[in-house]
Each structure stands twice: as structure tokens, then as C-alpha cells.
């Protein structure tokens, strides 16, 4: 429910009036983000110049829904990726390359201007400016004015998706019903040898990494937690804490099915069944059970404190948010100091690595930044290139 009353165009004061029946009948946008911005007929009619003259500009359609995607999934702004991912698809940009960018990856773009205008607009939400490599690069492949194009549109389109998030402006007719989503994928007598239910978080790239890991027999099963769908009634059944991931083996221990939640657990259950990333020698597990305990335990939980108060809040708490950012600091700084004398956390590459990756890519890599933690970039670095941890972040299979 929006924050903010909604003016209706009948009780609009005559400026109002004005400048939302040209912006309608020029057939530019008057729901959303500018049901705000109609309070500032100035503002609200000045965005709608901006937006036309970009939209006329050096960058194609494509170019540019690329860069309202990058930006909205960077915001998690719903209405306006609600809005993006339609007209996309009309402009002919594949499902694939939108499910990437929903997933935080690298979609496959062979178009190089359109790589750039992805690269481009990523590395200005995650650094606040581009590396004089990036810029060298993007004035050669896009041009100057492309280029100055580009840059305004993330910031307009950014502008548009904090306005979206700050007065919760959602769109009407993007709630599917949660229980009837899952209940078509949640049925007796399924075949498949595990049924991994997950979303884009921090723990739920966890199992899909394992499982990829291990080669073995899977079928994801997103959880929509922004549409609430883990509070289906059918998937508390799985999950009785209504959290993310949850598993079921059809081919469990004896042939038994197994349903089994919380990302430390089902990691160490998939070790154990695969016999794979996870030590036999019993002296060797303690090590290994030690980092898997703490960074499911302590540092994601701490992570994602750390993300809820310096992205998620509506509600702005400075001493949260610095307490926050300097507890995952600290915890970056703990790792760093391991991984000084160790390759990985356990040993050998393992679990306890796994559950550690997520946060250190999602907010160590985009938000803290890992230039002072030298050994943890090498460390995820060469995770990160591993083709399973590649397949586990891409969008999840159709």
C-alpha cells in the first residue's frame, strides 16, 4: 500500500491538470513514481522532458531498457522492474538476459554496445563513478554522447526507482497468488531426485551451489519471498519456519524421502549423501565444521544486518548502519587473516567455503569493496571463476 494518498485526476488543481493531460496524451508515463511527482507539476513535467529527450537520444531502445533493468535490480525497486521487465520483453530483449540481471549476473549480451551499456551502468550503482579503464573503454565502444546518454539515464532512472521505494509504490496486478505458484510445483510422486526450494539471497544461492558442485540430480524451485510465497501454506509444510532454502531427496537415506531446511544443514547433508566437499578424516571435519558453523551462524547473519539496515530499511538509522558496516569490516577482516596462510577455510575447497562465498560476493565484491582485504579477493576471485559457482548464479532454469 502506497505511502501517500493518490490523487485522482479529478481532484487535481488546474496546474496538475495541465501537465498530466499532456503527459497522457503524448502517451507518457502518469501512474507509478510520478503519482508523486504530480504534487511538483514543475518536477513532474520536467521529468517527462527529460525522459523524451533521452528516449531520442544516441542510445537504441534496447541500450536503454538494459541500463532501467541494471538500475532497478540494483534498487530492488518492484514497480518500476515490474514496468522494465514488460517493455523489454516488447522491445525484444530475451527472457534469459532479464532473468540474469534479476539474478545479480552477467547476462550474455553478444551485442557489444549493450555489454558496455550493462557494464557501464553495474560499475556507476556499485562504485559511484567508472575506473579510468571502464571509461576509456565505454567512450571507444559507445561514443561521447551515448556515453553521456547513458550516464543520465541511470541516474533519472535511478531517481525513479528511490521515489518508487520511498512512498512503496507497487503496481497493481504483479501480486500472483503465492499458493497456487507453488502448489503446481509442490505435488505427490515427483520424480525428481531433489526439489530445492529457493530465491536470490544470500542462503539461497548456498544449496544451488553445492548441488552444482556435486553434479547431482536437482530441480530448483524459486520462492518469490518478495510475493510472499514462502508463507504458502504448501511450503510450510517443507519449511515450517517459512525461510529459504529448503530441500526434499526423494532418494534419502534407505530410499526414504528427506525434507530438510536452513542452508548449514542442507549443505552438510549434501556432503555427506555425495560423499563430496567435505573431509573423511574425522580431525579434518572439526576444522571444516568450525568456518561452516560461523559463517552460517555469524557472519551471514551479521551480513545480512548489515544489508538490511544500510539498503532494505525504509527507516534510516545512522548508528545501525555504522555499527552494521563495521561488525561485517571486522568479520572481513577475520577471514582475511585466515585465508593470509590458507588457501581455503577447511583445508581443501569445502562447504565451509560455500557458505561463506554469498555474502562476501553480494556485499563484500558491490559494497565494501575487497581492495583491503587482499587475501579474501583471491580467495573468492578463484571461487568465482569455478564453472559450477557460475551455473549456481545464473538464472534459475526455465
Same mark, same amino acid.
Given at each position: 500500500?502506497?505511502?501517500?494518498?493518490?490523487?485522482?485526476?479529478?481532484?487535481?488543481?488546474?496546474?496538475?491538470?495541465?501537465?498530466?493531460?499532456?503527459?497522457?496524451?503524448?502517451?507518457?508515463?502518469?501512474?507509478?513514481?510520478?503519482?508523486?511527482?504530480?504534487?511538483?507539476?514543475?518536477? =513532474?513535467?520536467?521529468?517527462?522532458?527529460?525522459?523524451?529527450?533521452?528516449?531520442?537520444?544516441?542510445?537504441?531502445?534496447?541500450?536503454?531498457?538494459?541500463?532501467? #533493468?541494471?538500475?532497478?535490480?540494483?534498487?530492488?525497486?518492484?514497480?518500476?522492474?515490474?514496468?522494465?521487465?514488460?517493455?523489454?520483453?516488447?522491445?525484444?530483449?530475451?527472457?534469459?538476459?532479464?532473468?540474469?540481471?534479476?539474478?545479480?549476473?552477467?547476462?550474455?549480451?553478444?551485442?557489444?554496445?549493450?555489454?558496455?551499456? =550493462?557494464?557501464?551502468?553495474?560499475?556507476?550503482?556499485?562504485?559511484?563513478?567508472?575506473?579510468?579503464?571502464?571509461?576509456?573503454?565505454?567512450?571507444?565502444?559507445?561514443?561521447?554522447?551515448?556515453?553521456?546518454? #547513458?550516464?543520465?539515464?541511470?541516474?533519472?532512472?535511478?531517481?525513479?526507482?528511490?521515489?518508487?521505494?520511498?512512498?512503496?509504490?507497487?503496481?497493481?496486478?504483479?501480486?500472483?497468488?503465492?499458493?497456487?505458484?507453488?502448489?503446481?510445483?509442490?505435488?505427490?510422486?515427483?520424480?525428481?531426485?531433489?526439489?530445492?526450494?529457493?530465491?536470490?539471497?544470500?542462503?539461497?544461492?548456498?544449496?544451488?551451489?553445492?548441488?552444482?558442485?556435486?553434479?547431482?540430480?536437482?530441480?530448483?524451485?524459486?520462492?518469490?519471498?518478495?510475493?510472499?510465497?514462502?508463507?504458502?501454506?504448501? =511450503?510450510?509444510?517443507?519449511?515450517?519456519?517459512?525461510?529459504?532454502?529448503?530441500?526434499?531427496?526423494?532418494?534419502?537415506?534407505?530410499?526414504?524421502?528427506?525434507?530438510?531446511?536452513?542452508?548449514?544443514?542442507?549443505?552438510?547433508?549434501?556432503?555427506?549423501?555425495?560423499?563430496?566437499?567435505?573431509?573423511?578424516?574425522?580431525?579434518?571435519?572439526?576444522?571444516?565444521?568450525?568456518?561452516?558453523?560461523?559463517?552460517?551462524?555469524?557472519?551471514?547473519?551479521?551480513?545480512?544486518?548489515?544489508?538490511?539496515?544500510?539498503?532494505?530499511?525504509?527507516?534510516?538509522?545512522?548508528?545501525?548502519?555504522?555499527?552494521?558496516?563495521?561488525?561485517?569490516?571486522?568479520?572481513?577482516?577475520?577471514?582475511?587473516?585466515?585465508?593470509?596462510?590458507?588457501?581455503?577455510?577447511?583445508?581443501?575447497?569445502?562447504?565451509?567455503?560455500?557458505?561463506?562465498?554469498?555474502?562476501?560476493?553480494?556485499?563484500?565484491?558491490?559494497?565494501?569493496?575487497?581492495?583491503?582485504?587482499?587475501?579474501?579477493?583471491?580467495?573468492?576471485?578463484?571461487?568465482?571463476?569455478?564453472?559450477?559457482?557460475?551455473?549456481?548464479?545464473?538464472? =534459475?532454469?526455465?
Amino acid at each position: 500500500m502506497a505511502r501517500i494518498a493518490i490523487i485522482d485526476r479529478a481532484d487535481m488543481n488546474a496546474e496538475q491538470a495541465r501537465v498530466y493531460d499532456v503527459a497522457k496524451d503524448s502517451g507518457g508515463p502518469v501512474g507509478g513514481p510520478f503519482l508523486a511527482y504530480i504534487r511538483l507539476p514543475k518536477l =513532474f513535467e520536467g521529468i517527462h522532458t527529460m525522459r523524451a529527450s533521452l528516449a531520442s537520444g544516441p542510445l537504441s531502445r534496447r541500450e536503454q531498457q538494459i541500463v532501467n #533493468l541494471t538500475v532497478a535490480r540494483h534498487w530492488g525497486a518492484r514497480y518500476p522492474w515490474f514496468a522494465q521487465t514488460r517493455t523489454s520483453l516488447a522491445v525484444g530483449i530475451d527472457q534469459a538476459v532479464i532473468d540474469a540481471i534479476n539474478a545479480r549476473a552477467t547476462p550474455n549480451l553478444p551485442n557489444a554496445r549493450e555489454r558496455m551499456c =550493462f557494464t557501464v551502468a553495474r560499475e556507476l550503482l556499485a562504485d559511484k563513478g567508472l575506473s579510468d579503464a571502464t571509461y576509456a573503454a565505454a567512450e571507444k565502444t559507445l561514443g561521447l554522447e551515448s556515453l553521456v546518454a #547513458l550516464v543520465a539515464t541511470t541516474g533519472s532512472f535511478s531517481m525513479t526507482c528511490m521515489t518508487a521505494n520511498t512512498f512503496a509504490i507497487e503496481a497493481a496486478g504483479c501480486e500472483p497468488d503465492p499458493a497456487r505458484v507453488i502448489a503446481q510445483y509442490i505435488q505427490p510422486g515427483r520424480q525428481a531426485m531433489i526439489d530445492c526450494y529457493t530465491w536470490m539471497t544470500d542462503n539461497g544461492y548456498k544449496p544451488r551451489m553445492m548441488l552444482e558442485e556435486c553434479a547431482l540430480p536437482h530441480k530448483i524451485i524459486p520462492i518469490n519471498l518478495r510475493e510472499k510465497a514462502q508463507m504458502a501454506t504448501e =511450503f510450510m509444510k517443507i519449511s515450517p519456519g517459512h525461510k529459504i532454502p529448503a530441500i526434499v531427496d526423494h532418494d534419502g537415506p534407505g530410499g526414504a524421502s528427506v525434507t530438510l531446511c536452513e542452508s548449514g544443514a542442507i549443505l552438510k547433508y549434501l556432503a555427506e549423501k555425495s560423499g563430496k566437499f567435505y573431509p573423511r578424516d574425522a580431525l579434518a571435519r572439526v576444522k571444516v565444521d568450525q568456518w561452516l558453523f560461523y559463517g552460517s551462524a555469524t557472519f551471514t547473519t551479521l551480513a545480512q544486518q548489515f544489508g538490511l539496515w544500510t539498503k532494505r530499511s525504509p527507516v534510516k538509522a545512522p548508528p545501525a548502519q555504522e555499527h552494521y558496516e563495521a561488525t561485517l569490516r571486522d568479520m572481513l577482516g577475520i577471514l582475511d587473516r585466515h585465508l593470509a596462510s590458507n588457501e581455503y577455510f577447511g583445508g581443501a575447497y569445502s562447504i565451509a567455503d560455500m557458505t561463506m562465498y554469498s555474502d562476501v560476493h553480494l556485499h563484500g565484491v558491490n559494497e565494501i569493496g575487497l581492495a583491503d582485504y587482499r587475501n579474501v579477493k583471491r580467495w573468492h576471485d578463484a571461487i568465482e571463476q569455478r564453472p559450477a559457482i557460475q551455473r549456481a548464479w545464473g538464472p =534459475f532454469p526455465a
